[in-house]
């Protein structure tokens, strides 16, 4: 069974035993991810997500792209040049599973982007503490 997964702004079909070059995740060497976002699962189409459905994979490992060299050449007369180069990180990953329905009780780690912010919950502030009560003796 194959499935249309996204992440990273793009869109994958994978099936069980495949390796992918996906966008930087947040996960070591040897932990097993799961993607939510699936779009389609054999002959179910999602609209636009497929309901219960993920997808499975390993970590292989984290690796660099092949670098990109920009050059870029100013008009005339001005004889000012530049090159730059960028390789994109990326994660390795193997397809293990590709699940239909029961995402939700895998108790997998979803996949998560390096460069997302991942939200934990704030700890508590402590107590302030209160002024005592006046009597009304006092008064």
Do not use: W
Request: charged residues 25%.
């Amino acid at each position: 069974m194959f499935a249309v997964l996204k992440t990273g702004g793009k869109q994958y079909k994978v099936q069980a035993g495949d390796v992918l070059r996906v966008e930087k995740l947040n996960a070591a060497a040897g932990d097993t991810v799961q993607f939510n976002d699936v779009l389609m699962v054999g002959s179910t189409l999602g609209a636009p997500l497929v309901v219960g459905a993920c997808v499975q994979a390993t970590v292989i490992e984290q690796i660099k792209a092949d670098k990109v060299i920009t050059y870029v050449k100013r008009r005339r007369k001005h004889s000012s040049q530049r090159t730059r180069g960028h390789r994109q990180q990326l994660t390795l990953l193997r397809v293990t599973e590709v699940l239909d329905a029961g995402a939700d009780k895998t108790g997998v780690k979803a996949a998560v982007g390096a460069r997302t912010k991942v939200e934990e919950a704030p700890a508590p502030a402590p107590a302030k503490a209160k002024k005592p009560a006046k009597d009304a003796a006092d008064a």
